[in-house]
Structures are given as C-alpha cells and as structure tokens.
C-alpha cells in the first residue's frame, strides 16, 4: 500500500463522508496513484484517511459500480485493471443509446433546447480552453446531457445515467492522455449542427465518429498498461 500512504482525504462539508472517501480514492485511481492490481486495504486505508472501515467499505462499492475497482475471493479488493473487452462492451450499448437518444432529439429539437445546447457549447469550449481534465469530462458529459434531456424519455436518460458510472473511467483516460481538443470541439460543433438542422443521419454519424475515436484513444491506454504488467 506504499501509494495508499500518499492519499490525502479531500475534504467536502456538503458531502456525506462515503462520497468524500469515494471521490478520494476515484481520483487517485484516476491520476495513477493507485495502479492496477493494488489492493485497497481497508484498515490501512481507514488509518491513512483518518476515517472508520464503514465509509471506505461503502466508498469500495462504489469503485466497483464504476468499474474502478474488483473484489477478488480470498484476496479483497483491488484496483480494476482495464480490457478491451470491458471497453467495447460499455461502448457498444453508448453507441447503440446514443444512435437512438439523438434520433429522438431531432424529432423534438426546439429553440429552448437549441439554446441549451449552445450553452452547454460553450461551456465545453470554456473548460477545454482551461485545459483541466476534470472540467473537460464534466463539461463533455452536461453536453450529452442536454441531448438526452432533448429526447423527452426519461427511461432513457435513467439508463444513460447508469451506465455513465461505468463510461467515466475511459472518458476520463481518453481525454487526459489520447484527446486531440480541437477535433473534440469540432465534433461537438457537427452533432449542434446536425440537431439544429434535424439531420437525423448526420448526427447519428457524427455521434458514431465521436464514440469511435474514444475506444482508439482508450485502446491506446490499455495497450501501454499491458506492457507494463
């Protein structure tokens, strides 16, 4: 647990203590300070947070919903490697809800949700100028978000939500190492467009490009950490 000593507990008085732990140890898996394949221990990372067993058990459950972590029988937890198995299949069903949630939206655009977008537009442009990874992935997920609100199914957007869990960690690894900004943006331009002009065929394209340049990025990542192992 020589990484696990480095972790400092971000501390957020409007969260409950789990979602503090969580967003901890999801940020040091994240960053690299906790590799694949390390155990996460729950009395020592109790003692190294200043915290009890009960929210870091509870934050660990958590990890695994997002697919960030694995309990192994006989061995505990540990930090999920990442597949391109696991890859495609997340990807596959975003792909196949995205064709859809766009489809919908381009029955139901109006000006209402135009000038959503456009405001989750340049909201993207603005976190992207900033460079922050952190903000890029939030930003990127809001502009998604509008597009799905645009469906008016609130069945789909529960279901985009749930597995936004399991997209993080590759949105998050594209975007930091493997994302060119400008063919981003660009993108994001295209699918505004599209919408505005109700070109369901269009968007659904541009969506598929979009998806389709994340898993080579991410294909990237998990090459390099194959070779590492």
Do not use: W
């Amino acid at each position: 647990m020589s990484k696990a000593m480095e972790l400092k507990l971000n501390q957020d008085a409007y969260l409950p203590l789990r979602d503090v732990v969580f967003k901890t140890l999801r940020d040091a898996i994240l960053r690299g300070n906790l590799k694949p394949g390390e155990r996460l221990m729950e009395m020592h990372l109790a003692e190294e947070l200043g915290v009890s067993r009960t929210p870091i058990r509870e934050a660990i459950r958590m990890l695994e919903q997002e697919g960030l972590a694995i309990t192994i029988p006989r061995k505990g937890a540990q930090v999920a490697g990442m597949t391109e198995k696991d890859l495609y299949d997340v990807l596959e069903i975003r792909d196949a809800l995205d064709e859809l949630a766009v489809s919908k939206a381009c029955e139901k655009v109006n000006k209402k949700s135009l000038s959503k977008l456009a405001e989750a537009m340049r909201d993207f442009e603005k976190s992207v100028a900033s460079g922050n990874v952190r903000a890029i992935v939030s930003s990127d997920e809001q502009f998604h978000d509008v597009i799905y609100a645009m469906t008016d199914n609130p069945k789909l957007v529960n279901i985009v939500s749930n597995l936004r869990e399991q997209m993080y960690r590759y949105r998050y690894e594209y975007v930091k190492d493997n994302a060119d900004y400008r063919q981003l943006v660009s993108e994001h331009t295209c699918i505004v467009d599209g919408l505005r002009r109700q070109d369901k065929e269009y968007v659904k394209s541009v969506m598929h490009t979009h998806l389709e340049n994340q898993v080579a990025g991410v294909r990237k990542v998990i090459e390099e950490q194959n070779k590492k192992v």
